[in-house]
């Protein structure tokens, strides 16, 4: 077994590959599970547990592939990563003919006799999904839609007959394989996104249980924020209720997400300082990270540089005035938030 990095994934389960590319997935220090987090991952759970497949839809940054890995950790049962490809076939997904064996025997048991008897068998490698159904592996297929829906084909019947067809093992009395009764599938999938992504076939969504992700409460993203970014909550919270104002103020209501409040989190744990406009390190990592990007950026074209000073005065200025607002109502309430 070797470790592999799924950190730089940016996932939050300890993991270790294994010979047959599964991964044993293990509970992380770095998931944060607030209320809102355990009650979609109870959900979840309660599914798999049925028996179902969960698909978890929501917009980018919405922590979807953080908890199917949160989640398939629980099920205690060995991974496997799919990333959904459009470049992916069925093959690639169940498996192909990887070559031609051929035996040969020969027997000269009688010295004067010899014998030769010939053998030939089309060699078939399993690939990943063939593998998760034999062994009851979990498999976790983030963004299936990127895939082309013929690719995901083969899921329709393990979804609900429990049956894979392998085409090419028929006529080696191997054609369908009873999927293990340990089998789950996870599937991720962002509806928002248009570029790059496929129509997933009706036929298969309604073999699974979709749960619908937005993103999380404000707590939850300081929670976050305050354990990925590296900074006291005092910061977290200055840093998500920036992004968050910045998400209510622009066109797009999914733009900037959990990780931009990650990032200047980060940024502000790696240079110091608070996050406040009299502190240019926070100023030019909300510009360069909330600001507008290239023609093919995920950013909005309206957060200029400019239009980010502005949100980030307006942020100040909304800063002071509850301030002065509780200190004129006294010390008893200091509960009011964003
Ligand atoms: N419960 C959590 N605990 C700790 N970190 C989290 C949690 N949920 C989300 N994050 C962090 O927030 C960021 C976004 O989460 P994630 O990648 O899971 O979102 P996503 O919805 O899968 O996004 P995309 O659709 O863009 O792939 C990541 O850096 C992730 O580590």
Known sequence: MSAIALA???????DFSDDDGSIALGPSDAFVSSPAVQEIADRALAYLDAGYAVHFSGPAGSGKTTLAFH??????RPSILLHGDHEFGSSDLIGRESGYRRSRVVDN????????QEEGRAL??????TTACRL???IIYDEFNRSKPEANNPFLSILSEGVLNVPGLHGRGEGYIKVHPHFR?????????YAGVYRAQDALLDRMITLYFDHYDRDTEVAIAAKKGGVDQARAEKVVDFVRLCRRQGSDPHYPTLRASIAIARVLAARGGEASVSNPVFRWACRDILGRGSQNSAKPAEFTADVVDELLLQFELEALERAQRMHAQGPANHSVHF
Do not use: C, M
């Open 71 to 76: 989640v398939a950790a629980q099920l205690g």
């Open 8 to 14: 730089s994934l940016g996932q939050d389960a300890e």
């Open 185 to 193: 599938a996870i599937f991720t999938s962002n509806p928002v996104e």
């Open 136 to 138: 009851g592996h979990t």
């Open 124 to 129: 078939w490698t399993d690939n990943r999904i």
């Open 109 to 116: 048991y009688i010295s004067s006799v010899v014998k030769l």
